[in-house]
């Protein structure tokens, strides 16, 4: 069973810049394509950012280009969500979470992705 625990969420100023981590474990995550969400209060779980299994696809939510970056780490079996010059429309509840089928390509529906992490509170005040 793979579980994931993100990490890094807090409360920061518009501008500043925040890292998330998703540690995971109970499965080869190089085997799963992995990817961000995350869910603003009163909306629906939103797609961020996902990654192929060999970082050689990555799709971006189009409001987060530019600010926003996932990287992989296989080896360390850790993902991470680097984001800067944060907007208070960023505040959201953020998940990672692993697509079960092992896709070629990143896909941004969140019916795909079969594990979930807890999620992490990002608050961005203006």
């Known amino acids: 069973q793979v579980h994931l625990a993100e990490s890094g969420g807090g409360l920061v100023q518009a501008g500043q810049s925040l890292m998330l981590s998703c540690a995971v474990s109970?499965?080869?995550?190089?085997?799963?394509?992995m990817g961000w969400f995350r869910q603003a209060p009163g909306q629906g779980r939103e797609f961020v950012a996902a990654a192929s299994r060999d970082s050689e696809y990555i799709e971006y939510l189009d409001r987060v280009k530019g600010r926003f970056t996932l990287v992989r780490d296989n080896f360390l079996h850790m993902v991470y969500l680097q984001m800067n010059s944060l907007k208070p429309e960023d505040t959201a509840v953020y998940y990672c979470?692993?697509?079960?089928?092992?896709?070629?390509?990143?896909?941004?529906?969140?019916?795909?992705?079969?594990?979930w992490g807890q999620g992490t509170q990002v608050t961005v005040s203006s």
């Open positions: 979470a692993a697509d079960w089928d092992a896709p070629t390509m990143p896909r941004k529906e969140e019916r795909h992705y079969g594990y």
């Open positions: 109970g499965g080869n995550v190089s085997a799963y394509v």
